[in-house]
């Protein structure tokens, strides 16, 4: 059945705000997904889907922790949806999803990622290999569509509930919104996380120095990342 599409806000508003999720549960000072799962690592080259491998793997993730199986999701098939569906004018006020004009392979939210993959299904990378990325155009978008459309399949996304995180920088109560991302990551998987970084810092761990940015309060923008586990003993000078 065809996603009922009908304001981008409405379509925000059906998200759970998971922030306040945490019941005291005991967590560990330090988990990681990939000491339980053989999880991917991938480069996205010089394209801009940070977005859709970020949100695909909160998907995957979530989906493996609750039936033990990995689906490898198609960005190729993400950046010619949502391209097909904003060229077309199909998905409602796309201009809060992307970048305008969108051109496949640019930048993208994870909003975009799903509401095209509920209007227009998901797809698994054996069956649109990333590597096509580089083939695609906003010209050519539609054959592109058509070619692999009868690929996609909207079963993935059944009983699958959108949720959201409140921004924890500089919020009184960051320390219950934080302890229920690492309870949501330890019991349900990935979380997709959007940060836009300023001065570059350092922090030993590990007696090692390790250079990093940090986050900035503006999570307008920014690279999409997914959370796949945390270490208390890591501090941030």
């Not at 083939?135 to 690929?151: P, T």
């Not at 996304?157 to 919020?171: A, H, K």
Request: aromatic share 16%; net charge negative; charged share 20%.
């Amino acid at each position: 059945k065809d996603y009922e599409l009908t304001t981008l806000e409405e379509f925000l508003n059906s998200y759970a705000n998971f922030s306040y999720d945490y019941k005291n549960e005991e967590l560990p000072s330090a988990y990681c997904m990939r000491d339980e799962y053989m999880i991917y690592t991938e480069h996205q080259s010089s394209t801009g889907l940070c977005w859709a491998f970020s949100s695909g793997e909160a998907l995957a993730t979530t989906i493996m922790k609750a039936t033990g199986e990995y689906l490898d999701f198609s960005e190729a098939w993400m950046t010619t949806a949502l391209t097909y569906g904003v060229k077309n004018s199909l998905l409602p006020d796309y201009k809060l999803l992307t970048t305008d004009p969108y051109i496949p392979n640019s930048g993208g939210w994870f909003y975009g990622y799903d509401l095209a993959s509920r209007k227009f299904g998901l797809m698994l990378d054996q069956d649109f290999a990333f590597e096509n990325t580089f083939e695609i155009s906003y010209e050519n978008v539609d054959q592109f569509y058509n070619l692999y459309s009868d690929k996609s399949s909207l079963s993935f996304l059944d009983n699958i509930q959108s949720g959201i995180f409140t921004n924890y920088v500089g919020q009184s109560n960051s320390t219950l919104i934080k302890n229920s991302m690492k309870n949501h990551i330890l019991q349900h998987g990935a979380i997709s996380a959007c940060m836009r970084f300023t001065d570059l810092s350092t922090t030993t761990y590990n007696n090692t120095t390790i250079h990093y940015k940090t986050p900035s309060v503006d999570t307008t923008d920014g690279p999409f990342l997914k959370l796949i586990g945390w270490d208390d003993k890591l501090t941030v000078n």
